[in-house]
């Protein structure tokens, strides 16, 4: 509740921006002016006794006098924009100017017709005033109903569209937040991991360690570096894993021989930063380190159909068992879901005396 009451006052200001010069709407007016004068003329054509700028006096005063009044309207619209979503209160609001519109418009056109036919000399014949004033009572509401309609048509399409706009910010901001906490939830967790590689080593073998503090500085070089942007190129993503990779073989050395097989069309694809990490650590938590005997692990990256497919493959362990994902697999499978919903996909399973996880990133389509 306290967004939405702290961006009312923008909300309210940029939907006036937005329908304070409605050029279709401008557009309309005129062509209906127009077509009302033309047939008016192409009227009194057909009557002798009439002159051929007579109706174009009459519909023209009529026009002069509605645009005076349509421009107020336009203008009282911020007033009444509120209403918007109650159309009784805003045609209401409206329609109440009626009894003052009505007099003053005809006293402005008839005035105004009464004083050119007498600089032409000629008398301005009409019915009696009473039938004026009924007549032209009743062609003024059908007339305002007819435009005040338009109107609100112009205006409710521009507050749905303002709407809308703010809705997709809002549901983008709630992404990128959620996307922030889910990135910031990997970064302690992965180097948590790395120092604690580091620990096991510092007083086993100290020129093993310095290797390691040095390989994990580049690495946290990488990771600050793709907390700037969501999306990071393939390339990028692969060298961290590289980095991370020699580390952990600096901490298990004989016990696991890493191969990569990657496909150089596919280093420009576009995927979310970090998001391959917590496979490559799965493969060594769960493959190397809980297994007795040496450990192949297997990094792919390939276009597979229409999609980008990452496999990272660890032999010395099985799903079997008490299995459970942990945050790492969690936030990936989270992550893949806004950034992509139903376009992407992770899987995790055995193959064979092997675990693999395998992701699947669209590649033509972007990120939803």
Wanted: glycine content about 6%; charged content about 20%.
């Amino acid at each position: 509740m306290a967004i939405a009451h702290h961006a009312m006052p923008t909300v309210a200001r940029t939907r006036s921006d937005s329908t304070d010069r409605p050029v279709a709407l401008f557009w309309l007016w005129g062509l209906f002016w127009l077509l009302m004068i033309t047939t008016a003329v192409q009227d009194a054509l057909r009557n002798p006794a009439i002159s051929w700028w007579e109706p174009i006096l009459w519909e023209g005063t009529s026009a002069l006098a509605a645009t005076f009044w349509m421009l107020i309207a336009l203008r009282a619209r911020e007033r009444y924009a509120q209403y918007l979503d109650r159309p009784l209160l805003w045609f209401g609001h409206h329609l109440r100017w009626l009894p003052l519109v009505v007099p003053t418009f005809i006293v402005a056109v008839y005035a105004v017709r009464h004083g050119v036919y007498d600089l032409v000399g000629r008398p301005y014949h009409h019915p009696p005033w009473l039938w004026v004033f009924i007549y032209e009572t009743l062609k003024l509401a059908l007339f305002a109903g007819l435009w005040l309609g338009i109107l609100f048509g112009f205006d409710s399409y521009a507050q749905w569209r303002f709407h809308r706009q703010r809705l997709l910010e809002v549901q983008q901001a709630l992404t990128e937040a959620q996307l922030a906490r889910l990135k910031g939830q990997l970064r302690p967790h992965f180097f948590f991991n790395a120092l604690n590689t580091i620990s096991a080593l510092m007083h086993v073998d100290v020129a093993r360690a310095d290797r390691l503090v040095a390989g994990l500085g580049d690495l946290l070089h990488i990771s600050l570096r793709s907390g700037e942007q969501e999306m990071t190129p393939l390339r990028d993503e692969l060298r961290s894993l590289e980095l991370y990779a020699q580390i952990m073989q600096e901490r298990f050395g004989d016990r696991v021989t890493i191969s990569w097989h990657l496909d150089p069309s596919v280093f420009d694809t576009p995927v979310p930063a970090l998001l391959l990490q917590p496979l490559l650590e799965n493969a060594f938590k769960h493959g190397v380190e809980r297994s007795t005997v040496a450990v192949h692990i297997d990094v792919t990256a390939r276009c597979e159909g229409n999609s980008l497919g990452v496999i990272v493959t660890n032999t010395g362990s099985s799903l079997a068992g008490n299995y459970r994902e942990g945050v790492g697999l969690r936030n990936c499978r989270e992550r893949l879901s806004i950034i992509y919903g139903e376009g992407a996909a992770l899987q995790v399973r055995d193959e064979g005396d092997a675990v693999a996880a395998r992701v699947l990133i669209p590649l033509e389509a972007g990120p939803t």
